[in-house]
T-cell receptor, first 115, second 111 residues
Framework: DGGITQSPKYLFRKEGQNVTLSCEQN?????MYWYRQDPGQGLRLIYY?????DFQKGDIAEGYSVSREKKESFPLTVTSAQKNPTAFYLC????WGQGLQETQYFGPGTRLLVL | GQQVMQIPQYQHVQEGEDFTTYCNSS?????IQWYKQRPGGHPVFLIQ?????EVKKQKRLTFQFGEAKKNSSLHITATQTTDVGTYFC???????????FGKGTLLTVNP
């Protein structure tokens, strides 16, 4: 059964703590993405990766870091430098487009709350 | 990068009424995608429009791409409670794998 999994579903962060959100896909997609969703703000791109060992900053990368050591995995670390991390985090993946915008497939998301 | 304005932000309808959401850009778009996110869920791809003036239908949903490729609409005929959710348009951010999403239209349906 192909798809994207994210864990945990809920995550609590204390002040000054780094936390890592997991994202795994078995769709054999080259590209992976992390979005942040706040109420009324739509989806904002944090980081994306086109290929293993390469990633690019999105529109709101400050306070976040990523790695892409394997094609299937794209973990996101929310660092203590991110002052307002409470949000719904969505991971997505897609094929590498060859002229047309590719469809993005989303995971179920992780809700991060600051204690 | 590309920017899109989506209106309205919210729409509440009685079951059976029609619903339309619009997505507008100041620049010509190469293509546009539409996604639906149920409450508490994640976005799910609905459709992609590529050609000028294109119209596509999925049961009660009708998607249109403007002649100038600067706007798009999603129309739902005779809404049902299962249509509840937020509808997003998304446009290419300058590459084949980077999307810019509109802020979405939240649809609620009163049974």
């Amino acid at each position: 059964d192909g798809g994207i999994t994210q864990s945990p579903k809920y995550l609590f962060r204390k002040e000054g703590q780094n936390v890592t959100l997991s994202c795994e896909q078995n769709l054999n997609h080259d590209a992976m993405y992390w979005y942040r969703q706040d109420p009324g703000q739509g989806l904002r791109l944090i980081y994306y990766s086109q290929i293993v060992n390469d990633f690019q900053k999105g529109d709101i990368a400050e306070g976040y870091s990523v790695s892409r050591e394997k094609k299937e995995s794209f973990p996101l670390t929310v660092t203590s430098a991110q002052k307002n991390p409470t949000a719904f985090y969505l991971c997505a993946s897609s094929r590498w487009g060859q002229g047309l915008q590719e469809t993005q497939y989303f995971g179920p998301g992780t809700r991060l709350l600051v204690l | 990068g590309q920017q899109v304005m989506q209106i309205p932000q919210y729409q509440h309808v009685q079951e059976g009424e029609d619903f339309t959401t619009y997505c507008n850009s100041s620049t010509t778009l190469s293509n546009i995608q539409w996604y639906k996110q149920r409450p508490g869920g994640h976005p799910v791809f609905l459709i992609q429009l590529v050609k000028s003036g294109e119209v596509k239908k999925q049961k009660r949903l009708t998607f249109q791409f403007g002649e100038a490729k600067k706007n798009s609409s999603l129309h739902i005929t005779a809404t049902q409670t299962t249509d509840v959710g937020t509808y997003f348009c998304a446009v290419s951010g300058g590459s084949n794998y980077k999307l810019t999403f509109g802020k979405g239209t939240l649809l609620t349906v009163n049974p």
